[in-house]
């Protein structure tokens, strides 16, 4: 669904590759080849081990939330989506991520878990957004 949102800008080769990747549905890690240690965001050497021997691995798209904050005065373009809850998530595989949380501030609490909802990702839209896990 096309936006007029502002997407992440690439700094590096592996960012572009990441949200490429994002872009079509499929959101992963990088896991390096040489010590086993999964990471993000993906960079050019491993963060344990500095091998440049890594590879790009979905992700089950569960997770934990570690922290989050509700905005409920953002940039004009994100005015219409207000409240919105902003999380960081530990991932099932280990690494964390920033993504935004389909809830109310009042149902979402540290240690809540979500999965991942690629069902809106495209070349427009690469907010990566999840929703809470019911027990």
């Given at each position: ?87 960081i998530i530990t991932l099932d595989e280990g690494p964390r991520l920033m993504g935004r949380v389909a ?33």
């Amino acid at each position: 669904m096309p936006t007029n949102k502002p997407i992440p800008t690439s700094t590096t080769e592996y960012e572009h590759q990441y949200w490429q990747r994002v872009a079509n549905g499929d959101v992963c890690i990088a896991h390096c080849q040489a010590c086993d240690h999964v990471y993000h965001p993906p960079r050019r050497y491993c963060p344990d081990c500095y091998s440049d021997e890594w590879e790009f691995e979905p992700i089950a798209g569960t997770g934990t939330v570690y922290g989050y904050t509700s905005i409920h005065r953002p940039t004009e373009r994100f005015a219409s989506d207000t409240p919105i809850v902003s999380a960081i998530i530990t991932l099932d595989e280990g690494p964390r991520l920033m993504g935004r949380v389909a809830c109310d501030s009042e149902a979402i609490a540290v240690g809540t878990r979500v999965r991942l909802d690629t069902s809106g990702l495209s070349s427009d839209n690469v907010r990566l957004t999840f929703e809470l896990l019911t027990k």
